[in-house]
């Protein structure tokens, strides 16, 4: 399977953009592009990086063709596993015409899109122990396989964010409200309309679900701003933590596709984990040697991540780097110290009892229980006296 992964390590934020190209240094931020070639078990067998300036989209093309000249595999073989933001119709044609393999999540929801009752829906469990629900779905307007996940921690973590938004929302619409009540305020319908246009455009996610009614007096003053929840937010809310993969692939088992495009986010997710803990972070970059040792740092440790991980998956350990790391902190390193009747200072080093199931992967790995005991014994050192007498001499004024 040859997997194309897009990770941007080097972004300029706009204002940092505009400052270096007035000083004539338009070319030391760029967005730096590393396209990764793997097999089916997440192992890197070639990697490039590419310049990321152009449009995700339209480079897609450029990175195939380089990748299928350094990689030996024929065509038939390989799978492109991308994200929704590069999934445009263009780039799906140029594959299969190409003769790939394509695996994505849908780039826009497809209005028809109908669940296939012939079929009967797939539960899986995550590594996280959630239970996604899988269902083959058909549209009359598309070729394509869809596949709909529903997704419960998906589902949770985008209705604490919505939630959090029209709180906000709402929160700033009071604020507007209680503005009504004073005295000195501003009043006027045009400059309370200015603040609600403000207020939309900066939650434009939630506000679009509102119904926002201000009344003015004969003076053109707003007396009052009544809003409610539309019946269209209800329905947005009952399809949050759904999303729909699509491939051209001949699919027997809807959980292959899932597992496909789960090679991409397990991928993302090792390197998010890995620039913490490797502390390759803020990652702007002044020079091409120090963008190559912070991607070939990265690569090696992913390597060596994904090795552990693939021999615990062979005995049904599926954690994930973030998990392993969880469990692997509860053993601590203990330092005992103490002095004997000869004042000599003995300090003993060693490692905690490991958890059950610590023990159970270091078992796996073949890795020792205890790494070290070491102890160390510092002696007395004996002060001499010296008696010495100093007779200093000075000369006379």
Known sequence: MCCVFFFFFFQAEDGIRDLVRSRGLGDVYKRQVLALVTNMYGFVKSSKIFEGNMSDSKSLRLIIEDLKERTSEGINNSTVVIDAGIATEENLQM????????????????????????????????????????ERVES?????YFLKVNSPGKRAKEQSMKNQFEQRFEQGLELLKSRLTKKHSIKKTEKINQSIGRLLQKYPSVSKYYKIEVKSDEKDLVTDIH??????????????????????????KEEIVWEIYNTIREIESTFRCLKTDLELRPVYHKNND????????????????????????????????????????????????????????IEVR?????????????????????????????????????NKTVISHFPSG
């Open 95 to 134: 594959l299969e015409s190409k003769g790939y393999k394509y695996v994505c999540v849908s780039r826009s929801k497809v209005k028809d899109l109908k669940v296939d009752t012939t079929f009967e829906s797939v539960r899986l469990m995550t590594k996280t122990e959630q239970q996604l629900t899988l």
């Open 350 to 386: 060693k490692s905690s009892i490991p958890t059950q199931e610590f023990q159970k992967i270091l078992s796996t790995l073949n890795y020792k229980k205890y790494p070290f005991t070491k102890k160390s014994v510092v002696h007395r050192i004996e002060m001499q006296n010296v």
């Open 290 to 345: 120090s963008t190559m040792a912070h991607l070939n740092l990265g690569l090696l440790a992913y390597t060596v991540v994904n090795t552990i991980r693939q021999r615990l998956k062979l005995k049904q350990i599926n954690h994930s780097w973030t998990e392993l790391k969880r469990i692997s902190n509860t053993q601590k390193l203990v330092s005992t110290r103490g002095q004997n009747i000869a004042d000599e200072i």
């Open 227 to 252: 809003y409610c929840r539309t019946t269209q937010a209800e329905e947005v809310e009952s399809n949050l933590g759904v999303y729909y993969l699509r491939t051209n692939m001949e699919v027997e």
């Open 140 to 144: 009359s307007t598309h070729t394509d």
